[in-house]
T-cell receptor, first 116, second 118 residues
């Protein structure tokens, strides 16, 4: 079974609008972390936001927020006020902290295009 | 340096050649990961080191792939007898996190080594 599932291969959003990128995960690990990374066409992987499995509040970092629903095993990324520079691939990742000793798993990614 | 450094950035190899890809992690980072990323795909796990110990090599696709980190800092990924299906970007990432230490421990990635096998 896939550890991380991203069901949206491509998404379009109008500039200045908000967009939600979906991510579901599968783990039996009692402690884990969830991450989102951005990969522009230049190729570098840029860390955006982190949510710990025991965190009670949803993580926020500037225009990025993570909608964490533990019971549903979902960790959707919300980007508010989209900018043209947000056009990139976005990857959801999970770190299992007990069962696999900090192993990281990545999803297949969502390509986001911001339309002027 | 301030970030994760990988070399070479680009490598073209003829099928059957051996290649070596180098990763210099952020100083002091104990965890080091290698990933393979095909065009338009997500990073696929290859192997993981904590200091010099290779804790997981389950993602290495075949015995032609070998990774080492002898002194717990620089790591080398070696691919023997390269084949066309080995063409990909090889990403190295490091993290400061140890199991049980409460920090974010996000992965810091290098720019990748793009391997093309002809």
């Amino acid at each position: 079974a896939q550890k991380i599932t991203q069901t949206q291969p491509g998404m379009f959003v109008q500039e200045k609008e908000a967009v939600t990128l979906d991510c579901t995960y599968d783990t039996s690990d009692p402690s884990y972390g969830l991450f989102w990374y951005k990969q522009p066409s230049s190729g570098e992987m840029i860390f955006l936001i982190y949510q710990g499995s025991y965190d009670q509040q949803n993580a926020t970092e500037g225009r990025y927020s993570l909608n964490f629903q533990k019971a549903r095993k979902s960790a959707n990324l919300v980007i508010s006020a989209s900018q043209l520079g947000d056009s990139a691939m976005y990857f959801c990742a999970m770190r299992e902290e007990v069962n696999t000793g900090n192993q990281f798993y990545f999803g297949t990614g969502t390509s986001l295009t911001v339309i002027p | 340096g301030a970030g994760v450094s990988q070399s070479p950035r680009y490598k073209v190899a003829k099928r059957g050649q051996d290649v070596a890809l180098r990763c210099d992690p952020i100083s002091g980072h104990v965890s080091l990961f290698w990933y393979q990323q095909a065009l338009g795909q997500g990073p696929e796990f290859l192997t993981y080191f904590q200091n010099e110990a290779q804790l997981d090599k389950s993602g290495l696709p075949s015995d032609r792939f070998f990774a080492e980190r002898p002194e717990g800092s620089v790591s080398t990924l070696k691919i023997q007898r390269t084949q066309q299906e080995d063409s990909a970007v090889y990403l190295c990432a490091s993290s400061s996190r140890l199991a049980g230490v409460a920090n974010t421990g996000e992965l810091f990635f290098g720019e990748g080594s793009r391997l093309t096998v002809l």
